[in-house]
């Protein structure tokens, strides 16, 4: 079976039925998408098939052939793709933005939070916090970080609108 | 380098690629033993604990683990400071049990507290053997040396040596005495400056390697097959039988056990977690639980061992002479640790020796359970530690290293133990239910006379499941003092305040025959504080006086008056006299809001915290809108990690106080992943403000635990000030908040 993944074409073998994450975290050695519960319930395995949000833990490798797969890994390229830029950037707006805020605790969730926020800011650009908190409310985060998320994901926002520069202003302008 | 290359270092190690970085760092450590005797290293010596190489780097050997907290940026802010050193030339390598010292667990927010004043004064006297040396080198009394950046100058900068150029890679050779002089706090550069965490970028991008990522050579991979949600902890799960034949048809599938422990290892992921899934085994059936429902009965009804926790004055004199008495019960649930990424480790178990990887608090302690266990000589076991997700004290991190163990022992290969959903949810050590009953008088001048809290809760299991399955005794955890209290806290419980007569006593329970438990960040002290501030805002109700003021009057010490008036503050409070109820909000009809205060703490530190919520009487919702906490935690090395912990506690505690509870029946756990397990969503989440009370001249405390007993002391009276009502249950789930508001409006 062939898999494109991250632009890259894979001939993996194992059973059709085997849930994509395995397929990725094993055969592929990718470290974003991540064994959170095995259910599609709490985010942590998330990528992009087609651009949209899927929950790999679920998702039979047979199901993504012929499609394109974006993991984490990935998303600089798929942004700069998207965006028609020369070249990718070290990281997408999203990762920016949540390492400029400080956003993460112990981080494992965030391979989901940047996947589906990525998502979410290509369908619209300049989401309000409203907005924002229903697109992301299918991710869980133990640490709490939440609220650093919303701001991080506002921040993404502004930096794809190139209203702010990646760096442009500092932490305590942001806070509150 | 290609995927499939592998890197040897120290003898035993061998690891796959994606760990090449964390390997550079240590094979440019000096030469000596380092990496290839058992640890742990002489603490006594100052190359256990640093090391400076010839680039101008150091690499500071750290026993605290990163947790996701940030404590290990902090503590090399530290290291930077005292060596005049630049954040970019330090580093530190993960915990292992070859290499890094032994500095007790990373728990009971130690990292800072008790690691902090270590790294300082290794560095200082590190320090002190550099400019000596250069002193030789350049011929300049060292007083009238300056170091900036690991280089040392003269005064007029015509004479320079760096540390690299005079040590670079060599073992310094010196006995740690303890003796050099530290900087004082006016001389601090980096501590106390929101440095950014060094570990970020990496986790951002997907290049952290976390437990879950680590993989081995020749790896089979495992999961341990158990019964979906344990049982009492003193009963275990008995196999009556397993039918291999149900898994006849997965390829591969070894099925390995040891007594009760039951686990399946493949070549293939997949293959073993289906057959982990698939695999057919009776086990016998037990009704030796109370059920959650039931739970607190049993637990009022056992005959418990009492002991006296404080005891001042004489609160039987005190109390009938008081002009006002109030009492306030609390039920409070098991809550699990629930991490959001399932505990992994991989062990490489041979005749005579061990390699096991996992996400343990302490690396040593695991050490010596293991060796135990594996039957081998702790210093023939390796244990390193990488970061899982994180896990707010002990969830199952060891039992997936004792189950990696013993599948590799038994399979001869080395093996990777991930667990699943269900097996976190349903056999974590879970933070313990409590039961509080507090009885609290004040005089008719609005100061408190009396106050006595009893206590019930069982302590801390001592046996992981994996080795209590494979036969061994269960028993309950013996803490050491310096984790602290597993009953009733007297900082939490009326330690806020001065009360003359004050008695405290723990009720304490079996633990076997109750759920397995161990430390959930900052342990009980939820349930504590949301008995204890109840009562005190019930006096204050009753006198008239508005809570925060009658707090102020009644406070402690300055520390505690600090973190009440900058929680106040932040939420700028105004009086609250007596019970606004049903005050329609925005959205009128039958929503009602409130305001709450409280104070709280763990084991060291102060914490305020101020909460509005808002309460749907129709409906039973509760929704937290805002949370305001301070905190005091001595001196912040870091403001910006303290008010991330900060906004993280306050956050994780409104998922306690509104969602979590373990449930159970007579034979198990049956809340055994997020659906069962509900925890708080963004949707629902709080604003929340973090506000660190910097204290640059006291000694650094914990900050990663210690404002969740305020904020929910804070959420519970906010719920009062809506309502009118005294909640004696948590979380506040919409059916319990009907049943209260139900029975008041009965009683009222």
């Known amino acids: ?176 | 380098m290609k995927r499939r290359d592998f890197v040897k270092t120290g003898g035993a190690l061998v690891i796959g690629f994606s760990l090449r970085d964390v390997l550079a760092a240590q094979t440019t450590a000096p030469t000596g033993t380092r990496g290839s005797v058992a640890g742990p290293p002489d603490a006594r010596q100052i190359d256990t604990w640093l090391a400076i190489h010839a680039d101008n780097t150091a690499t500071v050997y750290v026993g605290f683990a990163e947790l996701g907290q940030g404590a290990s940026t902090a503590l090399l802010q530290i290291a930077a400071d005292e060596l005049d050193l630049d954040m970019s030339q330090v580093r530190s390598v993960r915990l292992d049990t070859h290499v890094t010292p032994n500095q007790g667990g990373t728990y009971s927010s130690a990292s800072i507290a008790r690691g902090g004043p270590q790294v300082r004064t290794a560095a200082a006297e590190a320090r002190q053997a550099l400019l000596a040396m250069a002193s030789k080198e350049i011929g300049v009394p060292a007083d009238r040396l300056r170091v900036s950046k690991g280089e040392v100058s003269t005064a007029d900068n015509a004479k320079r040596v760096t540390y690299g150029g005079l040590i670079g890679d060599r073992r310094f050779d010196l006995p740690f005495t303890g003796s050099a002089p530290v900087k004082k706090p006016s001389e601090y550069a980096v501590v106390g400056a929101p440095v950014k965490r060094l570990d970020l970028a990496g986790k951002l991008k997907g290049t952290h390697v976390y437990m879950q990522h680590v993989r081995v050579p020749g790896m089979l991979h495992g999961r341990v097959v158990r019964p979906r949600g344990q049982r009492a902890y003193g009963v275990g799960a008995k196999i009556l039988s397993v039918d291999e034949s149900s898994i006849r048809g997965i390829p591969g599938v070894r099925v390995l056990r040891r007594g009760d422990f039951l686990g399946v290892v493949a070549e293939n992921e997949w293959d073993a977690v289906r057959a982990a899934r698939q695999l057919k085994v009776a086990w016998e059936t037990t009704s030796a639980l109370p059920g959650s429902d039931n739970v607190y009965e049993r637990m009022r009804a056992t005959t418990t061992l009492e002991e006296i926790v404080v005891q001042r004055g004489d609160i039987g004199a005190a109390f009938p002479k008081a002009a006002h008495v109030v009492s306030q019960v609390a039920h409070a649930p098991y809550q699990a640790h629930a991490p959001f990424g399932p505990n992994c480790a991989v062990a490489d178990v041979k005749a005579g020796t061990a390699l096991v990887m996992c996400s343990t608090q302490d690396v040593y302690a695991t050490r010596r359970t293991l060796a135990g266990l594996l039957k081998l000589a702790e210093k023939d076991v390796r244990v390193q530690y990488y970061e899982g997700s994180g896990t707010y004290g002990h969830s199952c991190y060891d039992d997936a290293a004792q189950a990696a163990a013993f599948l590799s022992q038994d399979a001869g290969r080395p093996v990777r133990v991930q667990f699943m959903r269900a097996d976190e949810h349903g056999w974590d050590n879970y933070g313990p239910a409590h039961v509080g009953e507090v009885r609290a008088a004040a005089d008719a001048d609005g100061k408190i006379v009396a106050y006595e809290y009893h206590g019930w809760q069982h302590g801390w299991s001592g046996t992981e499941a994996s080795a209590q399955l494979a036969g061994s005794p269960v028993g309950e955890f013996i803490a050491a003092p310096a984790m602290g209290v597993q009953g009733v806290n007297r900082l939490t419980c009326g330690g806020q305040y001065q009360i003359p007569n004050l008695k405290l006593v723990n009720h304490k329970l079996p633990v076997t025959e109750y759920l397995k438990a161990g430390w959930l960040r900052s342990p009980l002290d939820l349930s504590f504080a949301f008995a204890s501030e109840q009562a005190i805002d019930q006096l204050a109700a009753v006198l008239k006086i508005d809570p925060y003021e009658f707090r102020r009057r009644n406070i402690a010490d300055e520390r505690w008056r600090g973190v009440l008036d900058a929680a106040a503050k932040a939420a700028n409070w105004s009086s609250v006299i007596g019970v606004r109820r049903l005050q329609p909000s925005v959205g009128g009809g039958r929503v009602v809001t409130g305001r709450g205060i409280g104070l709280g703490t763990h084991l060291q530190s102060w914490g305020g915290a101020v909460a509005d919520v808002e309460v749907n009487r129709d409906t039973g919702e509760v929704a937290i809108k805002r949370l305001f906490g301070a905190m005091d935690a001595g001196l912040v090395v870091n403001p910006a990690i303290v008010e991330s912990q900060m906004r993280g506690q306050l956050v994780q505690t409104a998922s306690r106080m509104l969602h979590e509870e373990v449930k159970f029946d007579t034979t198990g756990v049956t809340t055994i992943d997020w659906v069962s397990y509900p925890i708080l969503r963004f949707e629902a989440c709080p604003e929340v403000t973090a506000v660190v009370v910097q204290q640059i001249n006291e000694r650094s405390l914990g900050a990663g635990e210690e404002v969740m007993a305020a904020a929910a002391a804070a959420i519970a009276n906010a719920f009062f000030d809506a309502t009118g009502v005294r909640m004696e249950n948590f979380p506040f789930t919409k059916s319990r908040v009907l049943a209260a508001l139900g029975a008041n409006s009965r009683r009222g």
Request: hydrophobic share 35%; glycine share 8%.
């Open chain 1, 1 to 176: 079976m062939q898999i494109k993944v991250n632009d890259k074409t894979w001939t993996v073998a194992g059973a059709p039925e085997t849930p994509l994450l395995y397929v990725l975290s094993n055969e592929l050695q990718l470290q974003g998408p991540r064994f959170g519960c095995g259910l599609a319930q709490c985010g942590s395995c998330s990528v992009l098939v087609d651009g949209v949000e899927k929950r790999s833990c679920v998702t039979p490798v047979s199901a993504v052939e012929g499609k394109t797969v974006t993991t984490l890994e990935g998303l600089p390229m798929w942004y700069a793709v998207t965006k028609r830029l020369a070249r990718a950037p070290e990281m997408h707006p999203v990762q920016q933005a949540m390492l400029d805020e400080q956003a993460p605790q112990c981080g494992y969730c965030y391979n989901g939070m940047i996947v589906k926020a990525a998502e979410l800011l290509s369908k619209n650009a300049r989401p309000d916090e409203r907005q924002i908190r229903t697109a992301m409310n299918g991710h869980l985060c133990r640490c709490g970080t939440y609220p650093s998320i919303i701001r991080a994901v506002q921040r993404a926002s502004e930096i794809m609108a190139g209203t702010t520069g990646a760096r442009g202003f500092s932490r305590a302008e942001t806070r509150r």
